[in-house]
């Protein structure tokens, strides 16, 4: 528990004692931390278990299908350290205060129609993943990511686009990682 909570939601260890808040935050912040850290633990179980198979046709209900579509559609062609870092700029959201702090919260974020923050989402296009071998890989990176068995590539990212775009925010803010065709910025 105390690695999901180092991991996922940004808290210390009290030597054995359970978990705190870390002190560099203000206090919204730590329960934004405590939000993010309640939406993991609800897939801690799994966590701990082996990982479920993916299901494709699962609704986006919970934490890990509602990660594992995002990676696949934001980043089922990128290199897997591409797929991870699209899920920690997910998880970073969780807990960065200005956005929702659930996973699935995140991900819909201004809904069905445009302007979305995901763009798989906002589309109009079936969510149904359609490569299998594809799908199984952006499973395990979610897993694996919600289960803090992964470390975020992009040192705290909340945003990314693609190399192929140039949207008009990332002048405003600082890029921490490239990976891919991927860039990813705070």
């Known amino acids: 528990m105390a690695a999901l909570c180092l991991a ?8 054995g004692q359970g978990t705190s808040a870390a002190p560099a935050g203000a206090a919204v912040e730590a329960l934004r931390a405590e939000a993010a850290l309640r939406d993991v633990l609800a897939a801690a179980p799994r966590a701990r278990a082996e990982m479920p198979p993916p299901d494709p046709t699962a609704p986006m209900a919970d934490p890990l299908t509602c990660l594992a579509r995002t990676v696949y559609w934001e980043s089922k ?10 899920a920690h700029v997910v998880l970073n959201r969780a807990r960065a205060s200005g956005y929702p702090d659930r996973v699935c ?16 989402y906002c589309d109009g296009r079936d969510d149904t ?22 470390a975020d590539p992009t040192r705290g990212a909340v945003m990314f686009h693609n190399g192929t775009v140039r949207p008009s925010w990332a002048r405003a803010k600082r890029r921490t990682a490239t990976i891919g065709d991927h860039f990813f910025y705070r």
């Open 8 to 15: 996922l939601a940004g808290c210390v260890t009290d030597g």
């Open 77 to 86: 062609g990128q290199p897997v350290e591409g797929q991870r870092a699209v």
């Open 105 to 120: 919260e995140v991900v819909t974020q201004g809904g069905p129609s445009r302007p979305c923050q995901f763009s798989f």
């Open 129 to 150: 993943p359609r490569e299998p071998e594809a799908y199984e890989t952006a499973h395990r990176v979610a897993w694996e990511a919600l289960a803090g068995a992964s």
